[in-house]
């Protein structure tokens, strides 16, 4: 069965600073590998995602993710943080044919002036 | 990316009572996925949507709970049904109008059963 771990529940970072979300996941075949954010009191937004072809995903706002198979992980980067990017980051797998996603629990970014 | 307009945003409702949650998305998709998100929790899909047949629920999930419409390629509707405190959660509906799109969620509905 799938799963997705999220070891890190909070993370605090000072604005300016790099960040790395952590993502480990579960899962038989090749995965399709997704990060969403959700700020307070709205739906997901969609940051990223893999299927296939080059491990090093570009996303919106300036994020990237490095898938690395070896590794069952799937980390979200940004070189420098913004106080917007306070919210809460999920990664989630799903597979091929319109299947349904299995979220981790979420990562909490705090972003600190 | 498709956009999904679900309805309505939040809601009060008062406990043995009904509500129903409707999502509209701008293209036409195959399959449609209602998920729950219980407060300070992560998503846990309820059911999978797909047009003209009855929905598949997770375990966990009944249809009497949670009935679930689907009458076209483009929308759907979930219930919760004789709602108790517990399920006062978001629910969000969502779908992957296309392989390589990703999937795109509804703004999501925060019900609060008092």
């Known amino acids: 069965a799938q799963s997705v771990t999220q070891p890190d529940i909070h993370i605090t970072v000072s604005e300016g600073a790099s960040l790395e979300l952590r993502c480990n996941y579960s899962?038989?075949?090749?995965?399709?590998l997704f990060w969403y954010v959700q700020s307070p009191g709205q739906g997901l937004q969609l940051l990223l995602k893999y299927f296939s072809g080059d491990t090093l995903v570009q996303g919106i706002k300036g994020f990237e993710a490095e898938f690395k198979r070896s590794q069952s992980s799937f980390n979200l980067r940004k070189p420098s943080v913004h106080w917007s990017d306070a919210a809460e980051y999920f990664c989630a797998v799903g597979a091929a044919g319109f299947q349904k996603l299995v979220f981790g629990t979420g990562t909490r970014l705090l972003v600190s002036p | 990316s498709a956009v999904i307009s679900q309805k309505p945003s939040r809601d009060i409702c008062q406990r043995g009572t009904s509500l129903t949650i409707q999502c509209q998305v701008d293209?036409?998709?195959?399959?449609m996925f209602w998920y729950r998100q219980q407060p300070g929790q992560s998503l846990t899909l309820i059911a999978t949507?797909?047009?003209?047949?009855?929905?598949?629920?997770e375990s966990g999930f009944v249809i009497d709970k949670f009935p679930i419409s689907r009458p076209n390629l483009t929308f759907s509707t979930l219930t919760v049904s004789n709602m108790s405190p517990e399920d006062s959660s978001i629910y969000l509906c969502?779908?992957?109008?296309?392989?390589?799109?990703?999937?795109?969620f509804g703004s999501g509905t925060r019900l609060t059963v008092v």
């Open positions: 899962y038989g075949a090749t995965p399709y």
């Open positions: 293209s036409q998709v195959t399959m």
């Open positions: 949507a797909n047009q003209g047949s009855e929905a598949t629920y």
């Open positions: 969502s779908a992957d109008p296309s392989p390589g799109d990703g999937y795109t």
